[in-house]
Nanobody, 120 residues
Framework: QVQLVESGGRSVQAGGSLRLSCEVS????????MGWYRQDPGKQREPVAN????????????NYADSVKGRFTISADIIKKTVYLQMDNLMPEDSAVYYC?????????WGQGTQVTVSS
């Protein structure tokens, strides 16, 4: 059984910061391909950031959606099997449900999502 549990979402004012966490547990034994996505009601889920290559002795690579570059930072702790999304200078358009995704042995696993609401 695989579990991804997101946390850290809440309401915040524009310009504020949040840090989302995604803890991976179960039969996934590596977190070398992880991503954060977000979804507004009525819209498609969109990628926000991903991190690949989080292994002991390795150097991870990260990618970001253009809309969050320079404001969001994705990172991972291989020991804790946890991926983070640091979100700074939040804007109202960042409001959405944020989902964590783990890709392992060709299968995508998703968390239940955490709500982020940014008020102007």
């Amino acid at each position: 059984q695989v579990q991804l549990v997101e946390s850290g979402g809440r309401s915040v004012q524009a310009g504020g910061s949040l840090r989302l966490s995604c803890e991976v547990s179960g039969s996934i034994i590596s977190i070398d391909d992880m991503g954060w996505y977000r979804q507004d009601p009525g819209k498609q889920r969109e990628p926000v950031a991903n991190i690949k290559g989080t292994v002991i002795g390795g150097t991870a690579t990260t990618n970001y959606a253009d809309s969050v570059k320079g404001r969001f930072t994705i990172s991972a702790d291989i020991i804790k099997k946890t991926v983070y999304l640091q979100m700074d200078n939040l804007m109202p358009e960042d409001s959405a449900v944020y989902y964590c995704r783990s890709r392992y042995l060709g299968t995508d696993y998703w968390g239940q999502g955490t709500q982020v609401t940014v008020s102007s």
